[in-house]
């Protein structure tokens, strides 16, 4: 059973930085996409950032430049490295597992969730 539990969140100002971590844990890899995704207020989810088993990125236009995606295959945990945060940027982030990459920061397949954690960007 693939597990995933999310940390790192929390309330920042505007032009602040957080990181996020995501713990995996009942699997072992093989092709496999990695993601996070959010979803603000009254909002839908989107995704954000992506990496695959070739190392390879993608990210939705609204974070390049200021988010970096990450994974540590010892530690089993993925990152999303948030710099230059905006109000915009206020919602629950989740980590997701999927089978293959996705344009704008998503993969295809998504087939577990993370609970989610709350980032709180204040103007």
């Known amino acids: 059973q693939v597990q995933l539990v999310e940390s790192g969140g929390g309330s920042v100002q505007a032009g602040g930085s957080l990181r996020l971590s995501c713990r995996a844990s009942g699997y072992t890899y093989s092709n496999y996409c990695m993601a996070w995704f959010r979803r603000a207020p009254g909002g839908e989810r989107e995704g954000v950032a992506s990496i695959d088993n070739t190392g390879s990125t993608s990210y939705a236009d609204s974070v390049k430049g200021r988010f970096t995606v990450s994974l540590d295959n010892a530690e089993n945990t993925l990152y999303l490295e948030m710099n230059s945060l905006q109000p915009v940027d206020t919602a629950m982030y989740y980590c997701?597992?999927?089978?293959?990459?996705?344009?704008?920061?998503?993969?295809?397949?998504?087939?577990?969730w993370g609970q989610g954690t709350q980032v709180t960007v204040s103007s």
């Open positions: 997701a597992r999927g089978h293959t990459m996705a344009g704008g920061g998503t993969c295809f397949g998504v087939f577990r």
